[in-house]
Structures are given as C-alpha cells and as structure tokens.
C-alpha cells in the first residue's frame, strides 16, 4: 500500500524522557564518553540539549532513543551523526543517508554531522577497530555556530549537507591515519571516494544519491519482517511532503483499512521478555512523533483519517494489571503520553 501525506509541523509532548546530566562545553569529551544524551552548557547562561550517534545507521544502538531523551529540553536540540562510520575490514562501514538527515528536519532537531578522528584496535578481530572517537573540535566550533544561529532546523540542516563532501573529506583523512597508526585494513578507499565525490557535487547531489537509497530501502522494508516485530496487516510506504514541497520516504510496520480510518500502526516485539525495552519503545514513540501530525493522507487519492497505535508484541503472555510495579509504571506513563498526543498503544491484544 501507498500512503501520501503532509506534515506542516511538529506538535508533540513525550513524557518519558530521562533526566538528563549537564557538562561544560570543556568538558565534551568527558559528556561523549559517558552519556548519550546531555545538557551542554556553553556560556553566559547559553545551554543546548545534544544526543550523538554511534554509527550513521538508524539500526545500531538506538539513536531514535538518544535523540527522543532530548525533547522535552526546551531550548535547541542538536544531534550529532558520522557522516560515515568504517569499522575495519572485517567491520561494516555505514554512510549518512538523506532519510536520517529529514526525520531529524520534520522534529526541529538540528543535524551535526561530524566524523571520528581517532580509535582503538579490536582484540578479537584483525581488521576491526572499536572506541571510535568523534573530533570534538569540530562539534565544538559547530555547536557555537548554533547558538547564534536564527533559522529552523531545516535549513540548517540544509546547510550541513552543503558541506557533507567536505566532511566526508576529513573523516577519509582520519580513517587513512588510524589505518596508518593501528596496522588495520579499512574499507575500500576508492569506494569512499567515488561516495564522496558525489557528495562534492553538493546538496542537491546528495538529497538525489540519497533519496534513491531512501526510496529502495522503503521499498526493502515493506516486504522484510524484522526480528523486532510481529505483524499480522500488510506493510506500506508512507511519501510524506513537508511545507517546502521536499518529499521523504518512510514505512509503517502495519496497515489495516476501517471505513474512512486508517490505522498506521509501529510495531515493537521481544520473544523472551515481558515487555519490549525502554529503548524500543522510545524508538516507536519516534515515529509515533511523525505519524500524530499527518494531515491531508491519501491512498490512491482517497482521504483518510489517521489513526497511529504502538504496537508491542511478547513471546511471553502479558496482561497489564499482572505487571510489576515497574512495568506498571512504564506503561502509565506510556498512556500519559498517548492520550496527550492522539495515538494507541497495544498489548499483544489488549488496548492501554
């Protein structure tokens, strides 16, 4: 199925971000290696909430979580993002994509994307390195130009991709010396290069490349099950069109069809546990972010009205009243945080 609609905007309350700890912006170093989200203080009273990802794919480490716990921060939110990461030869090496770079411009985060400078050899594998560090110089000078900075997220995004091949640029020097520094074979140099050569033809040549990846992943994603899902309805693409006419390209796990309703259902699934975790959650409260601030959603022209659920699938039985105090309060301030913002939230069968 294929679904068309609009986002003019992003209204959203989350309830379940964590308290997050402040540094010194002298202290960013310390802050990357110790947390995943924080308060940075930079001076005269001037603070920005930033989260920071591991690697630029969306799958590794939960970088939706990272990015959810600096919502309810009031001021700007910056996330950090590798333009590419290269784990080794005997790694994965994974590049920036345009999807990322415009989720994070539909929920008024602003986009870092910085490179790693240094690291440290795996001890299991020859051509692996691991502790990948980001060159928290450049962060630095690119958080103080934020501050000061007027526009939405957006364009400032938009400007970070103009200078996406230069950055791509410093990240290759920087693999190149590790390489050089730890005796571990990295990934095809050339690769990179012709990545990066596309990247150097500049943003429009970066949200095409991108947006062709973005679309074939779409498409790969309606048709492949993940191991963290457990689904009954039929998958569908969602082309959303934001205010500027740009065009991104999303999934919905689930989709069923009720009269003039339509539900966009995220589905979240653990086999051996009683509940999926707090950051799998988290991560389907990303999405549940887009998907209450549709308007104007079509199938094959047709309107209809949204209908967003959470969806969260156990191997084990699971029935809300039996739960612990824990769970019981996770799940209150999950109800918390649907009723406030117009979505459901499932339980294998039973509604919260």
């Known amino acids: 199925m294929d679904i068309t609609a609009r986002i003019t905007g992003i209204k ?27 308060i940075l203080n930079i001076d005269n009273g001037n603070k920005i909430a930033v989260s920071w990802w591991v690697s630029a794919k969306r799958t590794r480490s939960y970088p939706y979580t990272r990015v959810y716990d600096s ?24 590049f920036l994509q345009w999807d990322t770079v415009s989720l994070m411009s539909l929920l008024g985060v602003y986009v870092i994307i910085s490179f790693y400078k240094d690291a440290v050899r795996n001890r299991r594998y020859r051509n692996k390195i691991t502790d990948q560090r980001y060159n928290t110089s450049h962060i630095k000078d690119e958080i103080k130009k934020l501050l000061s900075y007027q526009s939405d997220a957006l364009h400032w995004n938009l400007s970070q991709l103009d200078r996406a091949g230069e950055i791509a640029e410093k990240a290759l020097e920087a693999y190149s010396q590790i390489s050089r520094n730890l005796g571990v074979e990295i990934h095809s140099i050339a690769s ?51 205010y500027l006419g740009g065009k991104y390209f999303f999934t ?87 009723l406030a913002n117009g979505f459901k939230v499932l339980i294998n069968s039973q509604y919260l």
Do not use: W
């Open 192 to 242: 990179a290069r012709e990545r990066t050569r596309e990247l150097l033809q500049g943003k429009d040549a970066f949200l095409r490349m991108s947006r062709d990846l973005a679309r074939k992943a779409q498409a790969r994603e309606t048709v492949t099950e993940q191991p963290k899902e457990r689904l009954e309805g039929e998958k569908a693409t969602i082309t959303i069109t934001n």
């Open 252 to 338: 919905s796990d689930e989709v069923e069809l009720q009269g003039s309703d339509i539900l966009l259902i995220e589905g979240k699934h653990t086999e051996g546990k009683i509940l999926p975790s707090l950051n799998d959650i988290k991560d389907g409260l990303l999405k549940m972010m887009l998907l209450t601030n549709l308007q104007d959603v079509k199938v094959s022209d047709v309107t209809f009205n949204p209908k967003p659920i959470l969806k969260l699938t156990t191997g084990i039985p699971f029935r809300v009243e039996y739960g612990s105090y824990k769970q019981r309060k996770l799940l209150e301030d999950l109800k918390k945080e649907s």
């Open 12 to 38: 959203y309350s989350p309830f379940m971000c964590r308290r997050l700890n402040a540094f010194n912006i002298s202290d960013l170093d310390r802050a990357l290696s110790s947390e995943a989200t924080f």
């Open 71 to 94: 919502l309810s921060f009031s001021g700007k939110k910056a996330t950090v993002i590798p333009i590419f990461k290269d784990e080794g030869l005997d790694g994965d090496r994974d």
